[in-house]
């Protein structure tokens, strides 16, 4: 700022010592002068500019809808995005795709953001030199000539895992054309002990596919399939139909898990070990000698024969196994993915003993590729070494980071002569190559993909690429030399060969699913012969006493190529509620023993490497054993993603990529000089049944006990005048994992801010849907109960009887409903809200932001401004929006018409919404289950969104 | 000892204490008077358009009916300002070499948009939709004016919120039948309160003044 520009403003601020009371004045006074005339020039006219020649799917003003698909970790979930205008706002799951069935998990959700990310890689560039796709094609690519062997020697793509048949086939062209050319695939996402498991019991590797539904005993050995799984959002929703109680008859599953650190699905069991990573395998056998007669298992019982001692593993093994056998052919032991190939063969020789494979279990041939991740990248670091590679593609994932520390992976692609990198983001990868291609996100790109099970789905986009930028596809097919090279004529090169393409093109792209493309189960004959040798080894391993560390795939950010994304990094972690950051996980006595706290450090070194990470004290984790979740301390150059949280990496090498079982560890007390932001301190209700559970056979003896009538103090306001529908919502906590996936969801649809890790340590977060976290049980093995919470859109509203300005008010449909352009942001309301669900806008959270974030805002929905209150409104932009149609077409509002954001994305449709005018509606019947409560009822605030408590389903012979 | 002030300086003082108390109340009542003038809500000003459409010739002359241009009334949020080709349906034949379009031609050509001047503005956070409006027995008039008689087309109501709650408070007087949504100068065949409380049992039009009606 100048002196001559702004002299007004430079006399008094300026010479901030000797400002006088009468320059102060003077530059407020012309202030308040200026804004007064500016209120007497007419604003310009808006402009309109319509189409030239509308397209005809577009109608202005109407949400159009398209399926496509998302791939993660090489598999696709089908989703369908709603699009305004043009541009994608919304992702939902679609219900024909076998791995949604409806529901879309957090990242599926927190896609759309990523889409508009102004961070995004924009042209293609090489490090001080030109750029662009011509040069870089002339630099890499093949000539689509004939080739010979050695055409294309010293070419290498490293890619991520995938099942995509596109992606797949292009490389087999590839390698037919240049047998020289070298492929690799790398990415934490892939796990292979499935399949080494499957090869060990059944001589082949296979990959299993379960149904939950099927079964009325579950047993996970640390596998976390509700909430880690390529699979989840199906198996969530198949556990959830399996425990869902409509009448106090109903009959429930009952879930085993055992882990380590406390994961969605051990928070759902009924009952969980908590146990080191590193002696799952011991239960498991332990497991496998309970439950199988000598006579099956004969080859093993010199094996099996370690005397047990008495402990909690062995009231667990023996309650599971007796469960088991009784549920014979009903049943399934799932192996968890980071577990050892020993700890898979005896879940599968499990499912076979107990008749399980054909009914809850079935065997496909594997659809990624069997090597282990971490082999395959040795061999590509080997052929670097040895000067074999000097064309390096990189195409996605983020090796540079990613890889086992050991490696030095950074280092050695450095000594490659020309490497280059497709992908979204700057990434610690992007910073190591010489050229840097801008990727394509699915959102805007052609493909396809496989599902877990093999069905395969078209990934379509739903607007045209915003940056310079080409899909995986798209890039193999030009660097291999292949002719046809845009993405949309490939796919329907490959799937040409069909019969009758035309209608199955058709089809597929309205539908989301290309139909009968599931992989035909296989045939798997357990043969204890390999069997033995795993388990043989696996028993070598000594017994330990030190800490093991184990590492994880952070909930939020995976391996961290979510870190970028706001949305994700603010979503408070399912069990610790930290957002911004990770943390090692650690139970109460193994803190003890490292003589720390919650917020200390603990230091941790392993294979040359070192870290430093903030911990939390979690109960029910597994003692003598350090969670380490991956995915944060990026150092690429996303502004969102750049130093938050700790890289754990540096620790992870090939020996030990999942599980240290003698790593060096070091408490180390600083105190909270980093405090950690959470949103959620407290563990417990505090003797107060908020979220209310109780267990199967006390629910059917006695539903007064789980929900004990209260009485309702009088009270003295008005009953609100009622008219039309009445809006209500109930949460079944019997089925609700915690996921989150509403939470993102809700932020989606409500245009929700995110206010960053400062503004979370001052309380200051906006989600209007929170997920509370409740520790109950026994102190040393506690149960996790979640509970979503938004507006309860209480009927005596306490929010609305203080505020001044009447910006809270009700409708006649039962919505509390919050008027921004009334609140003068007095906060009365939160206040006197006993839920405490109500946000403020300390600042214009949304207006800072890049304007290609714009793009993904809802329309129907207000962004708001600082100083206003806001809440959760039962979306109703979509009630509305029902009732408009519905008066459009001169009929009543169906039940299930209108679904809020949250019931969505639920996997586990936990979340009914509907009108309680309708007697027969489902939510109306909800309410009148037993165990259907309003939280603080005794209050007398009447809420709309009702609770379910949740029951579980524990064995009689275990104490819980 | 000499007054400091002389006599009439009490009667000023007097005359600032009542236009002190005077003008806390006048001026935040003339501010809200002013904010809702046709000079605030650009009521009665004739928009200026990139191209000189006359409302009057094509709707009065030729008869077209709104929604042949503005089609997404009865469907959308947006009564839909009609895309370049929908101008071409007719001009590409009638007129096709009048000055007057060449604006059009060059749009359709360019494919860039023609940037009309919105003549109806109302608040981002009104949530207005048409076609509720239109099935329901609002008329195109109620809102737009004789638009047939409109060379330039103006802003005929204030849009202010006491505006829409007139007529939210008592939809009657301003329903009609749905086969003469957008007709100009239609007459109730009987008095209008009658008439529209005929309408509004028929069509099911409730009065809905709260909040989440308009504002999301």
């Known amino acids: 700022m100048t002196g001559s520009r702004q002299p007004l403003v430079h006399s008094a601020v300026d010479d901030a010592g000797s400002v006088t009371r009468r320059d102060f004045l003077r530059v407020i006074g012309s202030g308040v002068a200026v804004a007064g005339l500016g209120a007497c020039i007419e604003p310009p006219r808006e402009r309109i500019l319509p189409y030239t020649a509308r397209p005809p799917e577009i109608t202005p003003g109407i949400a159009t809808y398209y399926a496509t698909t998302m791939t993660l970790g090489g598999f696709g979930t089908g989703l369908v995005v709603e699009c305004r205008e043009g541009r994608p706002t919304k992702v939902e799951g679609n219900q024909h795709h076998p791995a949604s069935l409806g529901a879309a998990g957090v990242f599926e959700q927190a896609s759309v953001l990523e889409l508009y990310d102004p961070d995004r890689v924009r042209t293609p560039r090489q490090r001080g030199g030109v750029g662009g796709w011509d040069a870089f094609v002339s630099d890499f690519a093949l000539t689509p000539a004939s080739g010979g062997t050695e055409q294309g020697r010293g070419l290498h793509f490293l890619l991520e895992p995938t099942a995509s048949p596109l992606t797949l086939s292009l490389i087999d062209r590839i390698r037919a054309l240049h047998p020289a050319v070298g492929f690799t695939f790398y990415s934490p996402l892939a796990f292979t002990g499935a399949m080494e498991g499957a090869r060990a019991a059944f001589g082949r590797p296979l990959q299993p596919i379960y149904d939950l539904s099927r079964a009325a005993v579950i047993v996970s050995l640390d596998a976390d399939v509700l909430d880690a799984h390529p699979f989840c959002l199906r198996y969530a929703r198949q556990f959830a139909d399996g425990r869902r109680l409509r009448t106090r008859r109903d009959g429930m599953n009952r879930l085993y898990v055992v882990e380590s650190a406390f994961t969605t699905t051990g928070g759902m069991a009924d009952h969980r070990l908590a146990l080191r990573a590193g002696d799952v395998a011991d239960v498991a056998t332990a497991l496998l000698a309970a439950t199988a007669t000598p006579e099956e298992v004969r080859p093993l019982i010199p094996l099996l024969s370690r005397a047990q001692s008495e402990g909690p593993a062995t009231s667990w093994v023996r309650a599971a196994a007796a469960d088991l056998r009784a549920a014979r052919g009903q049943s399934v032991v799932i192996a968890g993915a980071e577990q050892p190939a020993a700890v898979h063969a005896i879940a599968n020789a499990l499912n076979a003993i107990l008749g399980s494979i054909g009914t809850t279990v079935r065997f496909i041939e594997p659809l990624l590729p069997a090597e282990a991740p971490e082999h395959a990248l040795t061999a590509l670091a080997a052929a670097i070494d040895a000067r074999a590679v000097d064309k390096l593609i990189i195409l996605g994932g983020n090796p540079s980071c990613t890889a086992p520390a050991d490696l030095r992976f950074s280092e050695r692609i450095r000594n490659v002569r020309s490497k280059a990198y497709l992908g979204l983001y700057h990434n610690e990868t992007a910073l190591d190559c010489s050229w840097v291609l801008p990727g394509l996100h699915y959102l805007e790109s052609w493909g396809d993909a496989r599902a877990c099970d093999g069905t395969a789905s078209f990934v379509q986009p739903l607007i045209r690429p915003l940056y310079d930028g080409r899909s995986v596809d798209e890039v193999l097919a030009v660097c291999g030399g292949l002719p046809t090279t845009s993405a949309h004529a490939l796919v329907r090169e490959l799937w040409s060969t069909q019969p009758d393409f035309q209608a199955l093109w058709a089809r597929s792209l309205e539908r989301g699913v290309i139909e009968n493309t599931a992989s035909p189960p296989v045939s798997a004959a357990l043969d204890w012969a390999g069997v033995l040798p795993v388990l043989a080894a696996e028993r070598q391993r000594a017994a330990r006493d030190s800490i093991e560390v184990t590492f994880r795939l952070d909930p939020k950010t995976l391996d961290g190529r979510f870190a970028n994304n706001p949305w994700l990094q603010e979503l408070p972690h399912p069990i610790t509620k930290l957002t911004w950051g990770n943390a090692a996980l650690l139970g109460p006595e193994t803190a003890k023993r490292l003589g720390i706290e919650t917020g200390d450090e603990v230091s941790i070194a392993f294979g040359g490497g070192r870290i430093s990470i903030p911990a939390i004290v979690v109960p029910g984790h597994a003692e003598s054993s350090i969670t380490l979740p991956l995915g944060y301390g990026r150092s690429g150059e996303e502004r969102v993603a750049r130093d938050v949280g700790v890289n754990v990496y540096p620790i992870r090498t090939r020996g030990a990529p999942f599980i240290i079982p003698d790593a060096v560890v070091r408490g180390v007390k600083t105190g909270s000089s980093e405090p950690l932001a959470t949103t959620q301190g407290h563990f417990t209700m505090e003797g107060r049944a908020i979220a209310r559970e109780g267990t199967l056979a006390a629910y059917r003896a006695d539903p007064r006990t789980i929900v004990p009538p209260h009485e309702i103090a009088p009270s003295l306001y008005e009953p609100v005048a009622q008219s039309g529908d009445q809006w209500a919502m109930t949460i079944d906590l019997s089925v609700c994992t915690g996921c989150s996936a509403c939470v993102i969801a809700c932020q989606a649809e409500n245009n929700i801010p995110v206010v960053g890790r400062e503004g979370v340590l001052k309380r200051r977060e906006m989600h209007w849907l929170r997920i509370d976290r409740y520790y109950t049980g026994p102190a040393e093995n506690p149960r996790v109960i979640s509970q979503p919470m938004a507006c309860q859109h209480c009927e005596k509203a306490p929010c609305e009887y203080v505020c001044p300005v009447n910006a809270t008010v009700h409708s006649p449909d039962g919505l509390n409903e919050m008027v921004y352009n009334r609140c003068v942001g007095t906060r009365f309301c939160s206040n006197n809200c006993p839920y405490k669900v109500r946000r403020f806008n300390w600042f214009d959270y949304s207006f800072g932001v890049p304007a290609v974030l714009w793009m993904q805002r809802n329309p129907d929905v207000t962004v708001r401004e600082r100083g206003v209150m806001e809440k959760c409104t039962y979306c109703v932009q979509r009630i509305r929006r029902a009732g408009i149609q519905a008066a459009t077409e001169r009929r009543a509002l169906r039940d299930g018409e209108v679904v809020t954001a949250c019931q969505q994305a639920c996997p586990t449709r936990a979340i009914t919404f509907g009108s309680l005018d309708d007697v027969d509606s489902e939510v109306s019947r909800s309410r009148r289950q037993e165990r259907s409560y309003a939280v603080l009822g005794e209050l007398g605030t009447e809420p709309r969104t009702r609770y379910l408590a949740r029951i579980f389903n524990p064995s009689p012979d275990l104490t819980v | ?216």
């Open chain 2, 1 to 216: 000892m000499p007054a400091l002030f002389p006599k009439w300086s009490d009667s000023l003082l007097r005359a600032c204490f009542v236009a002190f108390v005077v003008s806390a109340v006048a001026l935040p009542t003339f501010a809200m008077i002013w904010v809702r003038t046709p000079f605030v809500s650009g009521k009665g000003d004739p928009v200026r358009q990139p191209i000189e459409f006359d409302h009057r010739h094509h709707v009065a002359d030729d008869a077209i009916d709104c929604r042949y241009c503005h089609d997404l009334a009865e469907r959308s949020r947006y009564a839909g300002v009609p895309p370049t080709s929908r101008c071409l349906n007719c001009h590409n034949q009638i007129w096709n070499d009048s000055p007057l379009l060449a604006t059009v031609w060059t749009s359709y050509f360019r494919d860039e948009p023609i940037p009309w001047v919105r003549v109806h503005r109302l608040p981002d956070f009104v949530y207005f939709d048409h076609s509720i409006h239109v099935n329901k027995g609002v008329g195109c008039e109620s809102c737009h004016g004789r638009v047939d008689r409109m060379a330039r087309v103006y802003q005929v109501a204030p849009l202010s919120m006491s505006w829409c709650l007139d007529c939210h408070r008592s939809p009657e007087r301003h329903l009609r039948p749905l086969d003469a949504i957008t007709a100009m100068g239609w007459r109730p065949p009987r008095p209008q309160e009658e008439f529209g409380r005929t309408l509004r049992t028929l069509y099911g039009v409730r009065e809905i003044t709260h909040c989440s009606a308009c504002h999301r």
